[in-house]
């Protein structure tokens, strides 16, 4: 079973960038989409963009499509997520999943494995 684990997550003030990776443990791994969620207490993981691993086709959250930007190196099989122009309501638990041949999907119940999570903090 594959490993993934996400880092660059941190705190920063509204307007800044930050650049999420999430990275495989297996050196083979294939997925045919990853995909990022977030998700804040109190609340359901909420999607935020993914992409078909074989043709870089994209999908995102419409609060955030002009912002951020998910992306792919097959060969470091790390899948990144570029925030940029941060708000307050951004602030969450940002998570990276292996998800199947739907990529536009927006449910988390077509995504399988799942990282732990990096903390995304924007103040006012």
């Known amino acids: 079973q594959v490993q993934l684990v996400e880092s660059g997550g941190g705190v920063v003030q509204a307007g800044a960038t930050l650049r999420l990776s999430c990275t495989a443990s297996?050196?083979?791994?294939?997925?045919?989409?990853m995909g990022w969620f977030r998700q804040v207490p109190g609340k359901e993981r909420e999607f935020v963009a993914s992409?078909?691993?074989?043709?870089?086709?994209?999908s995102y959250l419409d609060s955030v499509e002009d912002r951020f930007t998910i992306s792919r190196d097959n060969v470091k099989k790390t899948t990144f997520l570029q925030l940029t122009s941060l708000k307050p309501e951004d602030s969450a638990v940002y998570y990276c999943?292996?998800?199947?041949?739907?990529?536009?999907?927006?449910?988390?119940?077509?995504?399988?494995?799942w990282g732990q999570g990096t903390q995304v903090t924007v103040s006012s």
């Open positions: 297996d050196s083979t791994f294939d997925p045919e989409s």
């Open positions: 992409i078909k691993y074989s043709n870089g086709f994209t």
């Open positions: 999943a292996q998800g199947g041949p739907f990529f536009y999907s927006h449910s988390t119940s077509d995504y399988n494995t």
